[in-house]
């Protein structure tokens, strides 16, 4: 069993730390509904393009964060701990910290935001700068290398496109889940390959490599047992772990397999392009270029048939200033990206106001 | 609290019953995963057509019987109890009963039918008939009064189509569930619905006026609620519920929600077509006639937009010979027709023996 700390014997290890925690850090934090990582970066000057590799300090990772999944209490408790670990890893201590950048899953109202600012606010000193993000924001920031602007695409089990304009305005599409129509989802993708083998048995649909392919992977000898193996566990994720199945099938020239991941493709960019529509991302003309940050198990599959790569030539039909990027850094580094540079704006407006 | 009875104090009432008990009768029960119903029919002589009104003795309502939902020991009580109520109310005892037939859901396999065959045989005498059934089975004989032909479409909260020939032949389309594509069934139509408003608000749809009236039906303030209010509960029913305000807006002449239902009537449409080309009831030629039953809530809303006359007309252009038939009697009836009919056709056996 995890062992449970006790407020404060979190923190005992800052007594040891001593002149140690005197050079400046970031925390950077990508909370998910799996894992929460924290990372810890020092304080450097600025410089375009980035340092490259960044410097990174100190990584410590955790477990659940969503405090829709796990509830308040447990969700404050693993933030607070990942963050003393990364401190303790880098040999930093809380008054060493300039800013904590926190982009979490289950933030999505301004209720929210406040609540989990007021958890940071208690266990920091009030010189620490605080920002609390949707994950979506981190993710997009590991593209953009911190800069609030563009849009990111993740599709992993599920998927959301999620916006930002230089001005501060952003926009999502889907996020709504399954039933919500997030069809182009891993989950998705995986829910119309097992109706198709359904329909397949029926007769209301077309034979396909699918059936025998999946049912193999699943041990499962009919498709009569694939009813029982869908409703006996409702995640989501282990519907979407059939995703390279599909592929795999797309990828031998199965029609069907081809037509749902096409249907997936359509779906994904159509997101994208809502959201780039609704903040005129693509300009006046619609030929403004805009980064496009690509995360998720959908997108990086990376195999003959890409769907990522589909996904940016259909937008690109009609916006043909999407830029696509594949973050070379995972999220909480973008977080920690987001803090610096949000650190360095209020310096700049600070240093204007003098 | 519901009294829990030991076994066999069920049946403490025939004691008293006496001779009373002679009149020779038929169960005939309706399972279902709400509520549980049993008939108690006089054994009638041979007339074509059937006496009408039909002769019912009794009727007794229980709960849930499907042991995949309450577990194998409530349902068999259940069961027993409905059986029981629906004896005392007649008049009549266990002695007195030529023939039980059980239609109940969660009946799919042979295993099922013998484990329930078991428990009916532990009941009942030996020289009593047990039939048992799935209960699309009893919904298709409601229609067609106790014969196996022809076929059932039952589109309520889900949606099943179950055929069967002349010569014992019998096949199923849909019945999946909604992960796996059963989407013309009440709870596929209020999920696209549900879609629909996502994507309007975000940009991925036209606007419809879905949203306003089915944000007005729940009580919510704004799309962003309805996230929150879909997963909060995973009753299919409860959004199923929603189905009517769909058909309103559609009367309305909202767009949005005329293909919604019409994509509905499509998959009930080709649900029943599957059905009907694998056991070839429509003949050789495709023109023979045969009966469809109709049975649900979203086949029998009988509005404007009638989606039990599209399915029809849908199937038609097909099959001209399709009978469509709104059962006058509950599936209960159909269940105790069916053992009147399986009893008839045994003694005709018999007597050709002799």
């Known amino acids: 069993m995890k062992k449970r700390y006790?407020?404060?014997?979190?923190?005992?290890?800052?007594?040891?730390?001593?002149?140690?925690?005197?050079?400046?850090v970031i925390l950077?934090?990508?909370?998910?509904?799996?894992?929460t990582v924290c990372i810890c970066m020092p304080i450097f000057p600025f410089s375009d393009p980035f340092p490259d590799p960044l410097p990174v300090l100190a990584r410590a990772v955790a477990g659940c964060s969503n405090h829709n999944s796990v509830g308040e209490t447990a969700a404050r408790e693993t933030l607070e701990q990942v963050?003393?670990?990364?401190?303790?890893?880098?040999?930093?201590?809380r008054s060493a910290v300039r800013a904590v950048c926190l982009s979490v899953s289950g933030v999505n109202h301004s209720t929210d935001e406040l609540r989990v600012l007021n958890w940071l606010r208690e266990i920091f000193p009030t010189h620490v700068k605080l920002y609390v993000q949707n994950d979506a924001v981190a993710a997009l920031s590991s593209g953009t290398m911190g800069k609030l602007h563009g849009c990111v695409l993740i599709a992993g089990t599920g998927t959301i496109a999620f916006g930002f304009t230089e001005d501060g305005r952003q926009a999502r599409a889907a996020g709504a889940g399954p039933v919500l129509g997030d069809w182009g989802s891993g989950y998705g993708i995986a829910a119309q390959a097992l109706t198709a083998i359904v329909r397949a048995y029926d007769g209301r649909g077309p034979v396909t490599i699918l059936s025998s392919n999946i049912l193999q992977t699943l041990g499962l000898s009919s498709p009569d047992e694939l009813i029982g193996w869908t409703y006996a566990d409702p995640s989501w994720a282990r519907i979407a772990a059939l995703v390279p199945v599909v592929v795999s099938c797309a990828e031998a020239g199965d029609r069907v397999a081809h037509e749902i991941l096409q249907d997936s493709v359509e779906e994904l960019a159509l997101s994208v392009k809502a959201v780039v529509q609704r903040l005129g991302l693509c300009g006046e003309d619609g030929k403004a270029s805009f980064p496009l940050v690509m995360v998720g198990g959908v997108l990086?599959?990376?195999?003959?048939?890409?769907?990522?790569?589909e996904v940016v030539n259909h937008i690109s039909k009609s916006y043909p200033g999407v830029l696509p990027i594949h973050p070379k850094v995972e999220p909480a580094v973008g977080a920690a990206l987001l803090g610096w540079n949000f650190l360095m704006t209020e310096s700049q407006k600070e240093a204007y106001k003098r």
């Open 28 to 35: 950077g934090l990508d909370g998910g509904t799996t894992s």
């Open 83 to 93: 963050m003393a670990d990364a401190l303790l890893k880098s040999g930093s201590n």
């Open 300 to 309: 990086e599959a990376n195999k003959r048939w890409d769907i990522g790569k």
């Open 6 to 24: 006790r407020n404060g014997e979190i923190w005992d290890f800052e007594h040891e730390i001593g002149e140690l925690g005197n050079r400046e």
